[in-house]
């Protein structure tokens, strides 16, 4: 996530090098006409996004990048305005074959860890042809299929799904020793995956990579999932009332009542539009043992408190005024608003998330 950006390749990526420390010597040959004088440039992936590290240029149809990296990674090469060559790199001597015209078939050799990479994709090429073929039975059928038959494709294309799925995780285990793996993981499958089966792939990551970036990106992901898992004890943070006074989330919740931390804007539509709703049962349920507070991710003061004026909101609010910048988004993977969590009188997770219409049932039933 944004606070693990690595540090700058340029540092890394230079066109000569004197120590006798394990390094790189990327050797780029390169067919095709108009190439010499091409501006080369080299980018790595944060939050799947480029980030230009580096720059030479093409003479006779090559260019050599040397250095070194203390850990395998990814990079994107882009010649002129074609690429990008995907580079997994590592302290090694690497060659690289590409014709200008098509440098996504570029022919690496030297790099483990991008045979590693290449390798995970063969992997999956049996598993997606079948998938493929699954669908195009159902789009080029030339007699209607019925309802069985087409459930029937369905649930094949699902069991198809579910051994690729254990196919990539088999990867993961297989080679924990590998910074291909959390890059991989990253990628694909862990946002989708449930608590009790990611810490355990995270956890048998090798002692050698832990410090890697993409390691680390899966770690603080596996760190957030678990502050926010039903029984967790909810994690404190720092704003600011709608008078200016610092406030923290521990000065309302695990106080001994049922607390509703809700993420909302003054901005955001469907939170307003939810705000009735949350009225009528905070003036329901307040002396009951419920509370609610509000955290906003406003990034106009006088918007927010507007707001909760027109909104007639009287329960405690908070906010930064980041925006999306906002400290507990990232806390608690916050990726829409509205959002609410409701805690329980010690403070643990009881519903994460939560509606507005699930709050009403689930009020009812705890508060009696």
């Given at each position: 996530m944004k606070k693990l950006l690595w540090l700058p390749f340029a540092?890394?990526?230079?066109?000569?090098?004197?120590?006798?420390?394990?390094s790189f010597k990327v050797r780029f040959r390169i067919e095709?006409?108009?190439?010499?004088?091409?501006?080369?440039?080299?980018?790595?992936?944060?939050d799947n996004v480029p980030r230009f590290v580096d720059s030479t240029v093409v003479k006779g149809n090559e260019f050599v990048l040397r250095g070194k990296v203390q850990f395998p990674d990814f990079y994107?090469?882009?010649?002129?305005?074609?690429?990008?060559?995907?580079?997994?790199?590592?302290?090694?001597?690497?060659?690289?074959?590409?014709?200008i015209d098509s440098l996504s078939q570029a022919e690496v050799r030297g790099s483990a860890s991008h045979d590693l990479f290449t390798s995970f994709f063969e992997g999956m090429e049996p598993y997606m042809e079948r998938i493929q073929a699954a669908r195009a039975s159902l789009s080029e059928a030339t007699v209607p299929l019925t309802d069985s038959q087409r459930d029937s494709v369905y649930a094949g294309i699902d069991n198809i799904n579910k051994d690729l799925r254990k196919s990539m995780l088999d990867f993961f285990r297989t080679?924990?020793?590998s910074v291909v793996s959390p890059f991989l993981l990253n990628h694909t499958l862990?946002?989708?995956?449930?608590?009790?089966?990611?810490?355990?792939?995270?956890?048998?990551?090798?002692?050698?990579?832990?410090?890697?970036?993409?390691?680390?990106?899966?770690?603080?992901?596996?760190?957030?999932?678990?502050?926010?898992?039903?029984?967790?004890?909810?994690t404190d943070f720092?704003?600011?009332?709608?008078?200016?006074n610092p406030v923290k989330l521990s000065d309302y919740?695990?106080?001994?009542?049922?607390?509703?931390?809700?993420?909302?804007a003054a901005w955001c539509a469907p939170c307003r539009a939810a705000n009735p709703t949350l009225v009528a049962l905070y003036n329901?349920?307040?002396?009951?043992?419920?509370?609610?507070?509000?955290?906003?991710?406003?990034?106009?003061?006088?918007?927010?408190?507007?707001?909760?004026?027109?909104d007639k909101l009287t329960w405690p609010q908070m906010s930064d005024v980041k925006f999306w910048q906002s400290e507990v988004v990232e806390l608690y993977d916050i990726n829409t608003i509205p959002f609410a969590i409701l805690f329980d009188p010690e403070g643990k997770v009881l519903y994460y998330p939560i509606s507005a219409s699930e709050l009403e049932k689930v009020l009812a039933d705890l508060l009696k």
């Open positions: 540092v890394l990526l230079v066109l000569f090098s004197c120590s006798s420390e394990p095709g006409e108009n190439v010499d004088g091409q501006r080369v440039r080299i980018a790595m992936l944060d994107l090469v882009y010649i002129g305005n074609n690429g990008p060559v995907e580079l997994f790199l590592e302290n090694s001597r690497i060659t690289v074959d590409c014709s080679h924990n020793n862990l946002r989708e995956l449930p608590l009790n089966e990611l810490k355990p792939i995270v956890d048998q990551f090798a002692p050698e990579i832990k410090d890697s970036r993409h390691t680390l990106r899966v770690r603080e992901y596996l760190d957030m999932k678990m502050r926010t898992v039903v029984g967790a004890q909810f720092a704003m600011s009332d709608t008078t200016g919740v695990g106080k001994g009542k049922y607390v509703l931390m809700d993420v909302w329901k349920y307040r002396s009951r043992n419920f509370e609610i507070v509000g955290v906003s991710l406003d990034r106009e003061r006088a918007a927010w408190l507007k707001g909760i004026r027109d």
